[in-house]
């Protein structure tokens, strides 16, 4: 069983949408989760929308409202010609129960508004996706991710609860993914990364770009062989390709390292993402959505090519005080 995530800019526009399901058929011989982000740059607009919520400027906040429900109304347009598809209805209603929401005044929790709101992004990307996978051919079940990813109520940043959480994947979503009669095809899932939910079934969130971390604990939950994170880039490289011209791509690298990449500030996967994954075993793989053939970079515990080429992060701004008696 595998975990796919694929990110906003795997997401951002109806070719890409297109490119997805590609990779996906490429991978149809055994079960599979699909987690996503919201498409392109809409988590930034949407908290951009929970700010003028929450300061009550209701025109400026009804504009931009407008702007993120034409961005997926385009897409969908793109990529369902049928304008009768149900696709429709079902955005017009996600986007109306935010809309019904944000009319109202706000409460006065930012983090609870902000994980109301901004979680519409990964609700509709996954709507979208799911159905054009279904409509090319390659039928899935869509899960919402509020009822698998349990957490606490620390909201924006909320914590997994590890116990109940592994329990919950399991129950609901092994039925499907490892049904006892023979299948023609093996399942698929799709659910939303980032978004958790509390036992009392308030919506969170797990932290911006947390959706890595989603696909980590879903496999954590199911044992999942791999996870793979598809990336605008073509894997893990030795320094940020932005700051530096000569770098290098790390073929394979020990979660160690990973780790201390990651605590350091490389970009390229959410910090939490790894320790679940360190604790079973599974390895993961950061490939290039854009060239998928491409081996990319493979994390695990087998790697002992850490010490055969330094990495550099680069922080600007910061000054280092060490402290020793
Ligand atoms: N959509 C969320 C963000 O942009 C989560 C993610 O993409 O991982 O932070
Ligand atoms: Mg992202």
Redesign the pocket.
Known sequence: MRVFKF??ASVKDPASVRNVGRIIQGYRQEPMVVVL??MDKT?NALERLTALFMEGKKEEMLRLFEQIKTFHLHIADELFPNPKHPIFSTLEQSFYHLLYYIRETAGSQYNYEYDRIVST??LVSTQIISAYLKEAGIPNQLFPARKLIITDANFRDARVDWIQTPQVVKSKLGPYLFPSKEGNKPPLIVTQ??IGGTSQGFTTTLG?????YTAAILAYALDATEVTIWKDVPGLLNADPKIMEQTMLLPEISYQEAIELAYYGATVI?PKTLKPLLSKNIPLKVKSFSDPAAAGTIIDAHSNNDKLHPSYIFKFNQVLASIFP
Not at 208 to 212: A, I, K, Q, V, Y
């Open positions: 990110g906003g982000s919201a988590t992004g990964e990364g980032f911006r770009e947390g959706s890595d959410h």
